[in-house]
């Protein structure tokens, strides 16, 4: 971990469509998808994996209320990283600290005020249909931006909106990495 050799056995298995996004590399990735695709699992073991490979970096897993992030992603958080020996939680803070001093935090798009001033190696925005269109480009990007950090939108459609154009931009970009799980 962080460079000691050491094997790490998580119970993550990545579903056929997630293999590809895992091994993409792209700095911006766009997962378009149906409820129960699997979509929130593969985007936090992704963050996991960074997290784990790179030493004192943070992430954000951000979901379009603070309540949704505790109660969706907060015991898949603790299940998913409780393998790792010395793994330390934050409940006030919903907060996963690996002994390499990496942390990913879980946020509400309700309180973007929480997310500015802090810089991010990557970020997965969960429901981004539902989240502030300006997240990303007021609070996140400069976030991101000292560590040439990462940005992920996963979703399930909810018309022509921010979500909806920020896939629509990725499937001309070769830079960006799409895809659409239909039912």
């Avoid at 603790?78 to 996963?96: C, D, G």
């Amino acid at each position: 971990m962080g460079g000691t050799g050491q094997k790490l056995k998580i119970p993550y298995s990545p579903r056929l469509w997630a293999v590809s996004f895992h091994e993409s590399g792209k700095r911006w990735s766009v997962v378009v998808a149906h409820r129960r695709s699997g979509k929130s699992t593969a985007s936090f073991n992704h963050l996991q994996r960074d997290a784990i490979k790179i030493s004192n970096s943070r992430y954000a897993f951000i979901l379009p209320t603070y309540k949704q992030a505790k109660n969706v992603i907060w015991d898949m958080a603790k299940y998913y990283s409780r393998f790792i020996p010395n793994v330390e939680y934050n409940e006030q803070e919903l907060t996963v600290k690996y002994p390499n001093g990496s942390r990913i935090t879980l946020y509400g798009a309700d309180n973007p005020d929480s997310l500015r001033g802090i810089g991010l190696w990557g970020v997965v925005f969960d429901e981004y249909s539902q989240q502030p269109s300006n997240i990303f480009t007021e609070i996140i990007r400069p976030a991101l931006a000292d560590h040439q950090g990462y940005a992920i939108w996963i979703g399930t459609p909810k018309g022509k909106n921010e979500f909806y154009r920020l896939y629509d931009k990725g499937k001309t970009d070769s830079g960006w990495y799409t895809a659409l799980l239909t039912v």
